[in-house]
């Protein structure tokens, strides 16, 4: 009898295997249309008995950059740095101050770059030719990173790749993993923005689309060098330019855009050449946490283009992972 119930224990201790803690899907974000949409949206493109599925290859996912997934305010993070490059020059060379865009700068006069607009050859994309014209892309790289390791955001206290939106990292994470191929596609310089990506986003380099300083190659005895020149590889990625540098780049409509501007509006509605997609936009409405800014704009234009609208303030329960 003994033996019996030492048997039976022990099968029933073989039957009453752990089962492993089902991942929660989408934790950061609250319950409501957004997060639905998106976890709907998931189920049926992926299920191959859905009419609405999506083959493995097919699987594009774009994402801007600035305001979609990193901190955009109080400045672009990639105008932050070149503008202390900027002054570094100055500094070096005083004369520079008499000439736009260092005069602007010099002057902090912000309002010069909206009256310029952005594409003017002392605008606001002009500010990264002129902090980096002649760098090597070595050099260029440890400008960069002696940035991300030194300077930290006033507000928040922490070095500006960190300060990264957590429920969009686990939208791009969900994506991922359904089979999604997700691409940044940004303003901003591609190897600015490669320097975190892989790190924080979970992002390969090789998924990053941006706006591409023009380089030229230098072979040298026993090395090459790459230096920048003061010309952007067209278009530059931004508005119109990132359907353009999509299908230059991916070769591929993608089903799910994601952005929060209007320079975004062209790769969302691009999007919709898919036979199936989604389009959304994160809307800045949250000054407690974060910040708001434009956000009656977006949303209305979200209504006109039929695009979800993410609110930061409704749908996030956290912004970054560990501050809130």
Known sequence: MRNYCLILLLVLSACNVPVQEQKETLPSWNDGIARSTII??????????????????DRIAVFDMDGTILLEKPNYVLFDFAVRQMHKRMAEDPELKEKQPFKAIAEENWAHFKEVGYFAPDGLYSVLLYATDGFTNKEYQEAV???????????????????????????????????????????SDPQFTRSFCAEVVGIPVTNVIGSTVLTSFNENVGASTLTRQHEFVQPI????????????????????????????YHMLQYSKNAKV???????????EREYQYNDEEMRQLCAEKEWVEISMKNDFKVIFSDID
Do not use: C, W
């Open 237 to 264: 990625n931004d508005e119109a330019g990132k359907p353009v540098n999509i299908l230059n780049k991916i070769g591929k409509v993608p089903v799910v855009a994601i952005g929060n501007s209007k320079g975004d």
């Open 40 to 57: 709907n949206f998931v189920e049926k493109t992926t299920s191959e008995t859905s009419t609405e599925f999506i083959a493995p290859e």
């Open 145 to 187: 990173n002696m940035y991300f390791e030194t300077v930290k955001d006033e507000r928040y206290g922490k070095s500006y790749k960190y300060l990264v939106y957590q429920p969009v990292l686990e939208m791009i994470d969900l994506l991922k993993d359904n089979g999604y191929s997700v691409f940044i596609v940004s303003g």
């Open 277 to 287: 997609s989604l389009q959304m936009i994160v809307n800045h409405d949250d000054a």
